[in-house]
């Protein structure tokens, strides 16, 4: 019985001996924050706009009826038996930036946005639409990026696809959304995958152990930046291991189930 019994504990003690492998000098984040200055940090975020991006974009006036032109609304409608009515109510349209880094807005035609921030592509439309107003309309432009989200996979609590009403998000948000690290991520070494505007993908490593991430530029994400967090080396031998270790501890359960019965029946 005792031999029986050694392997299924040298298993034990090995799984255990993983799991206590995750070092505490990997966990905390921001070990040296009281060691370097954030004054890089300073200033505020301004997502820019990029192809295949949708806005949603209102014009108002003084004058209602001088910026209806310019509000594309989608009707709701209510149909019965063939027959369809307006209900009066519906959406904005949105506007779909092309690869060209353009939109067609109503009457003015196509404007380049591609690069601009929310602030700089309202001024743009308002002095596009203004030849088109009353000499003493001041129009009112408001700009909001409709898609603009982030993916966190990997070793978290949830992998999750972010939407970011905001247009600002930061690494640490991101990761907050998805549930935040398991105790097998990696700290040290966060993959973040991004898309430029002209359709090139590149990829940064970013280390949360280190408070200078903060004043990285990649500290805030651009729409559609895709995070992945690699597991560590517990995690891979623990995997590794997984399917087998059950395999055999189920085995070994068995064996000593019945081994236990013959030696209480010989013993009878």
């Known amino acids: 019985m005792k031999k029986l019994l050694l392997p299924v504990i040298v298993l034990a003690v090995v799984v255990l001996a993983l799991d206590s492998c995750v070092s505490s000098k990997t966990v905390p984040y921001f070990q040296n924050i009281d060691s370097i200055s954030l ?30 032109p310019f509000n594309l609304i989608i009707r709701n409608s209510l149909s019965a038996t063939n027959t369809s009515v307006s209900s009066g109510y519906g959406s904005l349209q949105t506007y779909l930036v092309e690869n060209d880094g353009n939109i067609n807005f109503p009457v003015v035609g196509k404007i380049h946005v591609q690069g601009l921030t929310k602030t700089e592509c309202q001024d743009l439309i308002a002095e596009k639409i203004k030849p088109y107003l009353a000499e003493a309309e001041r129009p009112i ?35 907050t959304s998805a549930g935040d690290l398991s105790i097998y991520g990696k700290r040290e070494n966060i993959i973040l995958i991004r898309e430029k505007e002209n359709g090139e993908k590149e990829y940064h490593r970013l280390d949360l152990t ?14 559609n930046d895709i995070i992945y967090v690699e597991p560590n080396k517990v995690k891979a031998k623990n995997s590794s291991i997984g399917s087998s270790t059950t395999i055999w501890f189920s085995f070994i359960s068995i064996v000593t189930s019945v081994a236990s019965l013959l030696v209480n029946i010989l013993r009878n």
């Open 39 to 68: 004054a890089p940090s300073k200033g505020l975020y301004d997502a820019r706009i990029m192809p295949k991006d949708n806005l949603t974009i209102t014009v108002n006036t003084t004058d209602p009826m001088a910026a209806a």
């Open 141 to 175: 432009v408001t700009v909001r990026m409709s898609s603009y989200r982030v993916t966190i996979t990997g070793e978290v609590s949830r992998p999750t696809v972010v939407p970011v009403t905001t247009e600002k998000m930061s690494v640490i948000e991101a990761l």
């Open 210 to 223: 280190d408070a200078n991430i903060i004043n990285s530029p990649y500290y805030y994400l651009q729409q």
